[in-house]
């Protein structure tokens, strides 16, 4: 047993913390600090910073332009960014179609999209989820049929962020519905600006537009955008589940909205005093603390067995369950500590706390994390089959 | 970071397992608790034999110099067996409330402890002060001693108390130890909730020679109080061992206990109860490691933070998972005849020994900043 990160480690937390330190712009890390979600403009600017920097797809490897970092390197890169108030980066090219692209797809297709994912110069989106096809995901009905060197794609997606944002979709299509459900699903790559795409808006709680439909009517998408080969969609879909869990659980971003939390209890008055007086408002962030560093050593254990070379324990298995739900109580705790403050919606100025202001519409938006990729109900089935036995 | 055991941790691990499996079982605990004997003549021989009672202690003092961790392995198969054979209680408490006063005299003690010569228990707290080991009305005055310990584990058994005391001159706290036999000792005991027994000592003009007291002042303090901090880690293993085996129990009765025409494993509502136990377990494991390792650093508000926030946390979690194994096997699970409801007896004797949730949350604060006043406020 050891629990202290080795002098090498700490010499690549200072690197990437003085890196850092030069290179986050302030408008961006403004933002980022107050919890205000970034446009895509921002958005697409820090990525493509961190892409030129080769800090964009930190799960790659070298060979696809990913800078060779292990667990722990990620695992620190995450902590010291959120520090820094830097924002977390898009998912869907880094974390999703990447991985999926240089395992399962062949050269010519590497060649032609993982650059543009590692660099930050494309943005994609995922579409999965269909109005039928939530939790039953297999159930999809989108359907891609062959017609020479073409798939005609017709159908809907559904909740798909940033496709109003987005160059790419990676799309779960049904090119057989002869076969048992889970076997006729093929993974397509398809151009956003193709045809027969239609966006609309799905406004949500927090009261901005991440959302969308994606309506799909006699989309000609090339056969060569097919990756794997037919039928694979399922096995693709699945190994995205189990793929890179070390950052799944969120505990930098966490440990950075208690920290805001603090800040705010103690910078914003109260009576005489300031917020920070009330014991209940610090024993409630000292259980907070405690959920996390529960969370932060498990999240360990899954960092260092991916380190050495070990399959990955159970403990990693509720990683994406506990951390989205202490994501939720953070959340709520921010909420409910500034009070009255927290019902400010569209403030420019603050109104006694900014942070407090900002925290509602981040409350709001949060609600989502125990529902987005795979419900935690979901989980628990796939927990209760796989390693339980039930 | 490297969360493996190393060979020798696994071998200590799977020698206590083994040792338990062979030489302990519910029937022996069920004897155990309806007895007034804990110490158990034969097995407090094994595990003189297998190293136990030298383990947690230095090299120079005659022991093993084991690491906390290593010792947790123990406690934690201990928990797991449901055994109340205080290990931790009579030997672990009061040989490291001696190593910790660190004197020629109480080393000498120390080695008849580790050798299995003498037995011993600590008396530390007073029935008035909670979980506050400084507030003591046990108050050594003129050479005589009077006043009163409760908690006192397995009195009734034990050959020397070890006790947390004052002077009535200057306040001094003092630890001095004591033959139970003594006259102007007396005690009153009783089972407690793990099935345990645990005593009331009286002092009754008590004639106290100064070669019997072991430390006086802070240092006092300081030993008590790194004591209770080190045994308090071994409960936390304890915890997670029994919680452990409460919920292995647990998820086997899942798969073959039958109504409805089915298992009730298959019952959505009660996989993810099962589930709720496995995570909880997990984290709570973590949180064990992290404090196996934190507390035992110098630091004392590094340490005392750990160890604070370990045991906060599983008196919620562990706490949690023992309720839980209960519901799960209905009716059954209230009853004496099966070892579930005795895990959780056990997991809540535990949660209340040596500082429960409330008391460990606010010392977790305060040795973290969390109760620093904020004087200045910067105001935009």
């Not at chain 1, 603050?350 to 409350?363: D, H, L, V, W």
């Not at chain 2, 050959?159 to 005391?165: E, P, S």
């Not at chain 2, 019952?267 to 109860?273: A, W």
């Not at chain 2, 535990?350 to 460990?360: C, E, M, P, T, V």
Request: aromatic residues 10%.
């Amino acid at each position: 047993m050891n629990l202290e990160f080795s002098d090498t480690e700490k010499e690549f937390q200072k690197d990437v913390q003085s890196w850092l330190s030069d290179n986050v712009p302030a408008d961006i890390q403004e933002k980022t600090q107050n919890g205000e979600m970034l446009d895509k403009t921002l958005q697409q600017k820090w990525e493509q910073i961190l892409g030129s920097k080769g800090w964009l797809a930190t799960t790659w490897p070298k060979q696809y332009g990913g800078p060779g970092w292990n667990a722990t390197q990620r695992y620190i890169f995450d902590v010291e960014r959120a520090k820094a108030g830097a924002p977390g980066t898009s998912p869907f090219g880094v974390s999703m179609v990447g991985p999926v692209i240089f395992n399962f797809a062949n050269q010519e297709q590497k060649d032609r999209w993982l650059p543009g994912i590692v660099s930050g110069d494309t943005l994609w989106c995922q579409g999965y989820s269909e109005p039928n096809a939530g939790s039953d995901l297999a159930s999809l009905k989108t359907s891609a049929k062959k017609e020479g060197d073409e798939y005609i794609v017709n159908g809907q997606k559904i909740w798909t962020t940033q496709a109003h944002w987005a160059d790419m979709i990676f799309c779960l299509v049904r090119t057989d519905s002869t076969v048992k459900k889970q076997q006729g699903i093929s993974f397509l790559l398809i151009d956003m600006n193709t045809p027969g795409i239609e966006v609309r808006a799905i406004h949500s709680i927090d009261g901005h537009h991440h959302l969308n439909e994606v309506y799909f009517n006699d989309v000609r998408v090339p056969v060569e955008n097919l990756v794997g080969q037919e039928g694979m969609g399922w096995t693709i879909a699945k190994f995205l589940l189990t793929h890179e869990r070390t950052t799944i659980a969120g505990v930098a971003d966490t440990k950075q909205e208690i920290e805001r939390l603090k800040h705010a209890l103690k910078n914003t008055r109260s009576g005489s005093g300031v917020r920070w007086d009330d014991p209940q408002a610090r024993r409630r962030v000292a259980e907070l603390e405690i959920d996390l560093m529960a969370l932060e050593y498990t999240n360990f254990r899954t960092v260092a067995s991916t380190d050495n070379g070990n399959p990955l324990g159970p403990e990693s298995s509720g990683l994406k369950i506990k951390g989205t739900e202490l994501q939720q109580q953070v959340s709520q705790a921010i909420v409910e500590l500034g009070g009255p403050l927290s019902l400010a919606w569209d403030n420019k100025e603050a109104i006694g706390n900014m942070e407090f202001n900002k925290a509602t519409r981040r409350y709001n938006f949060l609600r989502a994390c125990t529902i987005y990729g795979g419900t935690n109900e979901i989980q628990k089935n796939v927990i209760a089959k796989m390693l339980l036995g039930l | 970071m490297d969360f493996n055991l190393s060979s020798e941790q696994k071998m200590l691990g799977d020698s206590a397992k083994r040792y338990l499996s062979q030489n302990y079982s519910f029937d022996i605990y069920l004897d155990q608790i309806g007895s007034n004997m804990q110490i158990n003549p034969e097995r407090w021989q094994k595990m003189l034999d297998l190293g136990w009672f030298g383990l947690p202690f230095s090299e120079e003092n005659g022991g093993f110099s084991g690491s906390l961790f290593d010792v947790s392995l123990i406690a934690r198969a201990l928990g797991e067996a449901l055994s109340i054979d205080p290990y931790v209680d009579n030997i672990v408490l009061p040989g490291k409330l001696l190593e910790f006063i660190s004197s020629p005299t109480a080393d000498a003690w120390l080695k008849k402890l580790i050798d299995g010569e003498r037995t011993f228990s600590a008396a530390i707290y007073d029935v008035d002060s909670h979980y506050d080991i400084n507030h003591t009305n046990v108050i050594l005055e003129d050479g005589v001693v009077n006043g009163q310990k409760s908690f006192v584990s397995n009195v009734g058994e034990v050959d020397y108390l070890i006790c947390y005391a004052r002077e009535a001159s200057d306040e001094q706290p003092i630890l001095f130890i004591v033959a139970v036999e003594e006259e102007g000792v007396e005690y009153k005991d009783c089972r407690v909730l793990n099935g345990s027994r645990s005593g009331v000592v009286t002092f009754n003009n008590l004639e106290l020679t100064n070669d019997k007291i072991l430390c006086v002042g802070s240092d006092a303090t300081a030993a008590a109080q790194r004591a209770i901090d080190y045994v308090t880690v071994l409960e936390c293993a304890a915890m997670i061992g029994a919680a452990t085996a409460a919920y292995e129990k647990t998820l086997e009765y899942a798969k073959i206990r039958k109504q409805f025409g089915t298992h009730i494993g298959s019952f959505q509502v009660i996989q993810h109860y099962l589930v709720d136990m496995f995570v909880e377990l997990q984290q709570a494991e973590s949180m064990l490691f992290m404090a196996t390792d934190k507390g035992a650093v110098k630091d004392v508000a590094e340490s005392q933070a750990a160890i604070s926030s370990c045991k906060a946390y599983l008196c919620k979690s562990v706490v949690a998972i023992a309720q839980q194994a209960i519901q799960i096997h209905g009716g059954i699970g209230v009853t004496e005849e099966l070892d579930i409801g005795h895990y959780f007896r056990f997991i809540t004797h535990l949660s209340l020994i040596h500082g429960d949730r409330d008391f460990h949350m606010s010392r977790y604060m305060k040795r973290t900043g969390l109760e620093d006043k904020i004087c200045a406020v910067n105001m935009a």
